[in-house]
């Protein structure tokens, strides 16, 4: 059952946008020597992705290429890509974890909605409205 939401290009291009604007936002308010600040940052826009997109192949996508930005512009320079062993992969499981914790809101919030529908379908066919009418009349009929 896939949810009302943008195509997973879409959500992927748009998430890919926000993690550039995010890095030159991070980029411009923290120090070069605070690595964690800029991390929360990323992981925050990914989050957000993941939340909004409500697409997991998307949010997944886009934490990999927020890693891929902030190893390469705010780690170190110039857009180098290399690999830091273990402080690399801490940083690709928080931005992972962001993507994940924002889509599962994001499920969160649609089975609240659905369950909230549920619930006023059922007052609306049993209540006392017009559907209380309906009941008897099937109630009445013998084919029931």
Do not use: Q
């Not at 600040?37 to 990999?64: H, K, P, Q």
């Not at 857009?79 to 499981?93: E, K, Y």
């Not at 007052?123 to 009418?133: H, K, N, Q, T």
Request: glycine share 8%; hydrophobic share 55%.
């Amino acid at each position: 059952m896939r949810p009302r939401s943008a195509p997973t290009g879409i959500t992927l291009a748009a998430g890919s946008a926000a993690v550039v604007a995010t890095a030159l936002l991070a980029a411009a308010v923290t120090a070069a020597s605070a690595p964690v600040e800029r991390l929360v940052a990323m992981a925050a826009c990914v989050c957000v992705v993941g939340a909004f997109g409500a697409d997991l192949v998307a949010a997944l996508a886009t934490a990999v290429i927020a890693w891929s930005v902030l190893n390469g512009f705010l780690v170190d320079r110039l857009g180098t890509l290399t690999w830091h062993g273990t402080a690399d992969a801490i940083r690709l499981t928080v931005l992972c974890g962001a993507a994940l914790a924002g889509w599962l809101a994001a499920l969160a919030h649609r089975v609240a909605r659905h369950r909230r529908d549920v619930v006023r379908m059922r007052v609306w066919l049993y209540g006392d409205g017009f559907a209380s009418s309906v009941r008897r009349y099937k109630e009445a009929t013998p084919s029931g």
